[in-house]
Structures are given as C-alpha cells and as structure tokens.
C-alpha cells in the first residue's frame, strides 16, 4: 500500500470513529444530562464498549472510557423494575453490615465475601426488603440505599430508592429523559450544518450579483459583485428568482441584450448585457455567468443550519412513508456498514464533508429513535402515550419483554442490512 493509500485509509478509519462516537455519545448525553436533572441516578456513563482502560468516580456516575470507541452508553437507575434483576427461589450471596443491611448482593460466585441464602421475597420498588431462607430460618432483611449489585466480580449497580429511580418518577419527566436523546441529536445536527454553511455560505434570495465567472457575460459588460439588479428591460426585480426568470425568459438563440438597471454605492445606473447560451441537460439557457449571492454571516448561518433540520426530517419521513412503507423499497437503506463506507469516501474530499454527513447522520439517529418500535426511544413514548391515556402504566414487566422482542427483531434486521452492505462491497 502506498503512502497516499495509507493516509487515505488513516482518514476514513478516523473520520468514522468520529463521527459515530460523536452522534452515539450526543444521543446519550441528552438522557444522562435530563436523567441527573430529574433526580434519578446514573451508575455508569461509558464512552466506547469493551473494558474499561480509564475510569473515575463523580457524584454517584462512574465515568470510563473504553478501548472500541464507535458510540458510547448511559445507565440509569429503575429503567426497569429493580425486582425483575431477580429471581424468587435463586441462590444469592449477601454482605451484611453491622446493622443487619444488606450492602452487597449478587451470585453467589461474584459476592465471594457474602453468606449464601435461597431468595422468597423481595420488594426493591419501594420498601426495599429481601426476605432470605437459610437452612429453614426464613428472615426480611432491608436494603441500605445504593447498595451494591454485583453484575460480575468487578462490575456493580447500586440498588436505590424509588425516588431515584425511572420508573419512581412522573411521565413528564420519564417522557423528557426519552425525548432528550434525540433532541440532542437535532441540536447537534443544527450545529453541524450551521458551521458547514460558515465555510461554503448561505444563499440568499437577494437580486444581488455574487460571484462573476471569469470571461462570461456579465464580467463583458462590467458587472461586479455586490451590484444589486432594479429591473431588468424595465421591469422591477424583487429577488434572485426573479432575476434568473427574467434573463431566462428570452428562448432566442442568440438571445437578445438585457438592459440592466443596478444601483452600485449608492448611484443607479445602466448596463446592457447580452446572455451566452448554455447547454443543461440537453437545453439551451441564457446565462449572464453570475452566481447567486451567499452570506457567511451567523445571524444567516444558523438559522439555516437549524431550518435544515426541519427539511431534512420532513424530506426523510416522506421517502421512508412513500417509499419504504408504502412500496418497500428497503434496497436503499444502510446498516453501519454502508454508513461507515460513505463517510470514508467523505473524509478524502475533507473536513467539510464529513462535518455534513455527521449532521445528516445524527438527524437521522434522532429521527430513526422517535419511530414508534419497541426498543427504541418510540416505542418507550407510545408506552407512555397508552399510560396517559390508560391513567395507569402498563406492567414494566410485560413492557420490557415487548422491547426485548423488538431489540431482537431489529438486531436480525440489522444483520440482513449489513449483509447486504458488505455484499455491495465486495
């Protein structure tokens, strides 16, 4: 592989990696951030998968990052009902303190300190009680606040009180810790195609002259940039559009001279232009050689980084509405597989492709999660749309068994789209 192989290489890897890490941390952030707004606990806020190489404790999150970085997680306390992490009749170990609480718990492999008793009864929802039987001495011992499950050896969860939990708090705050993911992935979106427009500017739809092809027409007659048109052949020119219909209008070939009236620092004056004709697809179009005005200005910028936004979103509800769901035209979605492959291709045409194809990605991640699927952050609201209505919420249990059947069929959906993706690789 040649040097400039490797350097292309070395950009897609990297332009990847960041740009998945950035959409998927973002995401996560906006549930952690609303989460510890609310008042639930955050155990863990992980940056990458696998093990963890650095880690640090702060009030009440572990923070670590980890060595696979394409996204990152976010654990919340009572996303689902603490009794369900148990089983009735299961062997546990538990640590006791010295006022009869119990401050760890798990399998009895990874509590390898605690004493072993076969589970009755629990309520880690409100009470926060287990009742433990040991050689035929059955007893209710309670649960000290943020005592630790152990997951594994090394890895724990605190157990906490309903107060802390997600389920213990109101829908409006369990539907903002939903919503948050996707709106931060909106808000990033905005920022993304608001700093992309900075460099390549907005268009404006101004009768101003912008830039000037070099030996066109217009460049002929000595038009320049900043000229702003008052009519033309006489009749007044409001914005840009109607300054393209009135130049195109005349079908003549060769096309007659224009009388431009443009008023230039303050002074008015008269300029005759004739238009060349050029060829687009396959049709003759007078042109003066002239480029529609753009603004590098913030007040211009961000606003249309944010309005494309809305477009974007109303653009890709209509494909997936007419064309996925309607005549499902399911060839032309991407697993990650294709995405990573389309934004390798961005990275060698440089920064500025990749910072709108990150924009473009993390609008869609929002969009894609507020679809009404079990699993994703959709299906969870409709669940909170049937409690509203219902007055009461359905059994989280029942609840998080539909998620798990959706996080299954998604995950098989997945596999097929990313089969097909390295298909057209290959």
Same mark, same amino acid.
């Given at each position: 592989?040649?040097?400039?192989?490797?350097?292309?290489?070395?950009?897609?890897?990297?332009?990847?990696?960041?740009?998945?890490?950035?959409?998927?941390?973002?995401?996560?952030?906006?549930?952690?951030?609303?989460?510890?707004?609310?008042?639930?606990?955050?155990?863990?806020?992980?940056?990458?998968?696998?093990?963890?190489?650095?880690?640090?404790?702060?009030?009440?999150?572990?923070?670590?990052?980890?060595?696979?970085?394409?996204?990152?997680?976010?654990?919340?306390?009572?996303?689902? $009902?603490?009794?369900?992490?148990?089983?009735?009749?299961?062997?546990?170990?538990?640590?006791?303190?010295?006022?009869?609480?119990?401050?760890?718990?798990?399998?009895?492999?990874?509590?390898?300190?605690?004493?072993?008793?076969?589970?009755?009864?629990?309520?880690?929802?409100?009470?926060?009680?287990?009742?433990?039987?040991?050689?035929?001495?059955?007893?209710?011992?309670?649960?000290?606040?943020?005592?630790?499950?152990?997951?594994?050896?090394?890895?724990?969860?605190?157990?906490?009180?309903?107060?802390?939990?997600?389920?213990?708090?109101?829908?409006?705050?369990?539907?903002?810790?939903?919503?948050?993911?996707?709106?931060?992935?909106?808000?990033?979106?905005?920022?993304?195609?608001?700093?992309?427009?900075?460099?390549?500017?907005?268009?404006?739809?101004?009768?101003?002259?912008?830039?000037?092809?070099?030996?066109?027409?217009?460049?002929?007659?000595?038009?320049?940039?900043?000229?702003?048109?008052?009519?033309?052949?006489?009749?007044?020119?409001?914005?840009?559009?109607?300054?393209?219909?009135?130049?195109?209008?005349?079908?003549?070939? $060769?096309?007659?001279?224009?009388?431009?009236?443009?008023?230039?620092?303050?002074?008015?004056?008269?300029?005759?232009?004739?238009?060349?004709?050029?060829?687009?697809?396959?049709?003759?179009?007078?042109?003066?050689?002239?480029?529609?005005?753009?603004?590098?200005?913030?007040?211009?910028?961000?606003?249309?980084?944010?309005?494309?936004?809305?477009?974007?979103?109303?653009?890709?509800?209509?494909?997936?509405?007419?064309?996925?769901?309607?005549?499902?035209?399911?060839?032309?979605?991407?697993?990650?597989?294709?995405?990573?492959?389309?934004?390798?291709?961005?990275?060698?045409?440089?920064?500025?492709?990749?910072?709108?194809?990150?924009?473009?990605?993390?609008?869609?991640?929002?969009?894609?999660?507020?679809?009404?699927?079990?699993?994703?952050?959709?299906?969870?609201?409709?669940?909170?749309?049937?409690?509203?209505?219902?007055?009461?919420?359905?059994?989280?249990?029942?609840?998080?068994?539909?998620?798990?059947?959706?996080?299954?069929?998604?995950?098989?959906?997945?596999?097929?789209?990313?089969?097909?993706?390295?298909?057209?690789?290959?």
């Amino acid at each position: 592989m040649g040097l400039v192989s490797l350097i292309g290489a070395l950009k897609a890897i990297v332009a990847v990696v960041l740009v998945f890490l950035g959409t998927i941390v973002i995401h996560e952030f906006g549930h952690f951030i609303v989460a510890k707004w609310s008042g639930v606990a955050v155990p863990t806020f992980a940056v990458g998968f696998g093990p963890k190489l650095v880690k640090w404790f702060r009030h009440g999150t572990e923070y670590s990052i980890r060595p696979y970085l394409f996204g990152g997680f976010v654990q919340l306390a009572g996303e689902v $009902p603490q009794d369900s992490l148990f089983k009735k009749g299961e062997q546990i170990a538990v640590v006791v303190n010295g006022n009869d609480r119990i401050i760890q718990v798990g399998e009895p492999d990874d509590v390898r300190d605690g004493d072993v008793y076969r589970l009755v009864d629990l309520d880690l929802t409100d009470k926060l009680t287990m009742t433990l039987e040991a050689d035929g001495v059955v007893r209710t011992y309670r649960v000290m606040p943020h005592a630790r499950l152990m997951t594994s050896a090394k890895n724990s969860m605190p157990i906490v009180e309903r107060h802390e939990q997600v389920l213990g708090k109101p829908l409006w705050q369990r539907a903002s810790i939903i919503l948050a993911g996707p709106v931060m992935n909106f808000l990033l979106a905005g920022v993304l195609f608001s700093v992309v427009y900075m460099h390549t500017g907005v268009p404006l739809n101004q009768p101003v002259l912008g830039q000037i092809e070099a030996g066109s027409p217009a460049q002929a007659a000595g038009l320049t940039i900043g000229d702003r048109v008052l009519s033309v052949d006489g009749k007044s020119v409001s914005d840009w559009m109607n300054f393209v219909v009135a130049i195109q209008q005349d079908k003549s070939n $060769p096309p007659a001279p224009l009388d431009l009236r443009i008023e230039r620092a303050g002074q008015v004056r008269n300029i005759e232009v004739t238009p060349r004709m050029v060829d687009i697809s396959g049709q003759h179009v007078p042109q003066l050689g002239i480029h529609q005005p753009v603004s590098y200005s913030v007040a211009q910028t961000v606003p249309s980084g944010f309005t494309s936004v809305y477009y974007g979103t109303s653009q890709t509800l209509g494909y997936l509405v007419n064309h996925v769901i309607a005549q499902h035209q399911f060839q032309n979605l991407s697993g990650p597989v294709g995405i990573a492959d389309v934004i390798g291709q961005q990275a060698q045409a440089g920064v500025w492709n990749v910072l709108m194809i990150a924009g473009l990605l993390s609008l869609n991640l929002g969009l894609m999660n507020l679809l009404p699927i079990p699993a994703l952050d959709g299906g969870r609201l409709l669940f909170m749309i049937v409690e509203l209505f219902r007055g009461k919420a359905i059994d989280p249990r029942k609840e998080g068994i539909v998620h798990i059947v959706g996080f299954a069929l998604l995950m098989l959906f997945g596999v097929m789209i990313t089969y097909r993706d390295v298909l057209r690789l290959f």
